[in-house]
């Protein structure tokens, strides 16, 4: 049988990706990700952000909402980074389509990546990131560590 092919948070596999310019490294994703083909993605450097890079939040909502375009992603200096978040989110998808990865290992609290929860003024609330929406929005079945 076929290894199944799995996008994963480049961050959450050791690659220093992170704002900070740090790596997230999760051995719970590691080991869930055992026997897998892996796909590591940073969606904010494929959306033309560079690292180490402001914080970034989503302004209300979540993901789903800046997807629809009724909320926005800002940094800490103020700038919106939205197209940004957005064009990371659409190249990640496209990603996972030529690689033929049905799911995503993704890391929580992520303006990009949290499956179910994000940070809002510092604190953690429920909701997504724009790629986790986006990619879910697809039919890719989406994981956070
Ligand atoms: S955008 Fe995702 S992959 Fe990139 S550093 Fe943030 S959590 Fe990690």
Known sequence: ?????????????????????KDALSEAALSAL???VIVPVCPEQLGGISTPRPKAEIAE???RDVLSGSSRV?????????ANFIRGAEETLSIARLTGATAACLK????????GSIKRDGVTVNGAGVTAALLEK???RVTGF
């Open 138 to 140: 697809n039919g890719v």
């Open 61 to 63: 909502g979540d993901g």
């Open 108 to 115: 929580e609290r992520s303006p990009s990546c949290g499956v």
């Open 1 to 21: 049988m076929d290894s199944p092919v799995v996008i994963v948070s480049a961050c959450l596999v050791g690659l220093r990706t992170r704002h900070d310019g």
């Open 74 to 82: 800002m940094d800490e200096n103020g700038r919106d980074v939205t």
């Open 34 to 36: 055992k026997g897998s």
